[in-house]
């Protein structure tokens, strides 16, 4: 599942790709904004990505794109 994570006052989003469902996102999400502290996700590597509440401007979930090579159009 990837998702991306706009930050405000950032120049570019914040991509991670993360195990899991939707659901599981929106979950972490609903508790970061409820004021339970910043919220956490942990990628597909096994590293934590940490983002404080107040300044989440938008998250974007959608399904990963695997292995895309050569020319788009």
């Not at 939707?22 to 990628?43: F, I, M, S």
């Amino acid at each position: 599942m990837e998702v991306k994570i706009g930050v405000q006052n950032a120049p570019r989003e914040l991509v991670v790709e993360v195990p899991g469902t939707a659901a599981d996102v929106e979950a972490a999400l609903g508790q970061a904004l409820a004021g339970l502290g910043p919220l956490r996700l942990t990628d597909t590597k096994g590293r934590t990505l940490i983002v404080p509440s107040d300044r989440i401007a938008y998250i974007e979930i959608g399904a990963s794109t695997a292995g895309q090579v050569g020319f788009r159009s």
